[in-house]
């Protein structure tokens, strides 16, 4: 079977993993004995495109495992703006796959001269950003050549795994993340979820996620954009309530379809209520999500994106698109 690019580094991802794992913990360990001396009030992520949504994940990790604050840059403070924030005793978590924009370079420059400390998450060891930042997590992926980010994604979620579990001192952390390569090559094997049929004639749907669901969420709302060309948005299933609903109140000429991404943690009954919900007022949904024994509750997400991955690529080409080459999209993005 000949494998488009984005199918075959997409299954690297569960080696990718292993060997970052076992490569990157002197950096880690070297990493957290400096955050233990900061003792950080705020951790400051700094990302565009996927490596802003993995950084929400971040968000979602570091305040429910070790309780301090995270928020997210605004690009354009530094690098259009000119201002200067103050982030004496915070730390910047820097998350790139080329390390080579300028607005990601502009505001990690920033955070520094503000007084942060700042940690590069990035593919590119030999990239501006590696030589700019205080401390430097590899991710470790390898040559990426698909436009649209897969096992660099995944990659970044594993390296904040993994600092958060040396961090936090979480033993069931660390145990899960040594059994996730060979998860994700179980999902590799698994059916597929997503279907051509669900998404054809689709110019418009919904992605629903609650706390870590959301986070990968808007990773496949920008996936289905990327190599579909379908218009997704993605909705904390809380906030979908609070207004959007009524994209699916009594339209049936108009029926935006919806995928709730069901991630079994402590947010899951929760989201389900919501996604009944939905369902009772006359939404279409599919629901995608991994069962599957022993799995860590923080590492359920990223199964769910190794086989969302795979489907989204054997769809796009059984839709006749390049999933490769989505039109009008370079690898490295140079924005101000």
């Given amino acids: 079977m000949n494998l488009s690019i ?20 002197e950096a880690v360990s070297q990493l957290v004995a400096s955050l233990k001396q900061i003792n950080p009030h705020l951790i400051y992520i700094i990302g565009r495109g996927s490596s802003d949504h993995a950084g929400v994940f971040g968000k979602y990790l570091f305040e429910t495992q070790m309780g301090i604050p995270v928020c997210s840059a605004a690009l354009s403070i530094a ?99 040594k059994q996730l390569p060979a998860q994700l090559d179980k999902v590799i094997a698994s059916p597929m979820q997503l279907s051509k049929a669900y998404l054809e004639n689709m110019r418009n749907t919904v992605v629903l996620g609650r706390g870590f669901g959301y986070a990968v969420g808007r990773e496949v709302a920008l996936k289905l954009k990327e190599v579909l060309g379908i218009h997704a948005e993605a909705f904390s299933s809380a906030e979908f309530i609070h207004g959007p609903v009524t994209l699916v109140e009594n339209k049936p000429d108009k029926k935006v379809k919806l995928i709730a991404l069901n991630v079994h943690d402590e947010s899951a009954s929760f989201h389900d209520d ?48 390049n999933p490769d080459t989505p039109p009008g999209l370079n690898k490295v993005t140079k924005t101000q």
């Fill in 6 to 25: 984005m199918a075959s580094e997409t299954r690297e991802t569960p080696s990718v993993i292993a060997k970052q794992l076992d490569k990157n913990q």
């Fill in 79 to 177: 690098g259009i703006f000119g201002s200067q924030l103050q982030l004496k005793g915070a730390v910047a978590f820097v998350i790139s796959q080329s390390g080579r924009s300028p607005d990601i370079l502009n505001q990690a420059r920033s955070a520094k001269q503000g007084g942060a400390f700042t940690v590069a998450f990035v593919n590119d060891e030999t990239s501006p950003l590696a030589e700019l930042a205080d401390a430097v997590i590899p991710l470790s992926a390898g040559e990426e050549k698909a436009v649209a980010a897969t096992k660099s994604f995944m990659a970044t979620l594993s390296a904040l795994l993994h600092v958060c579990a040396t961090w936090s001192g979480n033993a069931e952390l660390h145990e899960g993340l």
């Fill in 274 to 321: 919501m996604v009944q919900n939905v369902k009772a007022r006359g939404a279409e949904c599919i629901d995608l999500g991994i069962a599957m024994d022993n799995v860590h509750p923080r590492l359920s997400a990223l199964l769910l994106m190794q086989r969302f991955y795979l489907d989204i690529e054997q769809i796009a080409r059984e839709f006749g698109l």
